[in-house]
Nanobody, 126 residues
């Protein structure tokens, strides 16, 4: 098990930027798959960006070119840099981690993950 704590959410105008952070309670670099997900009321949680423990990042089509996922192994922190924000990016954003032992692990699918943070709200106004 790993505990995750997100921060960095807030309210911005369209076109603005935010950087989300997720601090893990233990070392996760190259041992866990890590991802960012988001959810709005009444909709399923969707994958935004994720990093596989063997390397390589994946992004949802809706955020490609605008969001960047990265991690700092020393600080045990996962980041999501969000630029050119749009009102449709408004959601609760969650950090997730999983040991992802299977080769077929789907890193942008929320049901694959067993460890979740409490979420941080992002609101983008037009």
């Amino acid at each position: 098990q790993v505990q995750l704590v997100e921060s960095g959410g807030g309210s911005v105008q369209a076109g603005g930027s935010l950087r989300l952070s997720c601090v893990a309670s233990k070392y996760t670099y190259s041992t866990y798959c890590m991802g960012w997900f988001r959810q709005v009321p009444g909709k399923e949680r969707e994958g935004v960006a994720a990093i596989h423990r063997f390397g390589g990042a994946s992004y949802a089509d809706s955020v490609k070119g605008r969001f960047t996922i990265s991690q700092d192994s020393v600080k045990r922190t996962l980041y999501l840099q969000m630029n050119s924000l749009k009102p449709e990016d408004t959601a609760m954003y969650y950090c997730a981690a999983d040991l992802c032992p299977r080769v077929q692990f789907r890193i942008l699918v929320s049901t694959e993950y067993n460890n979740w943070g409490q979420g941080t709200q992002v609101t983008v106004s037009s």
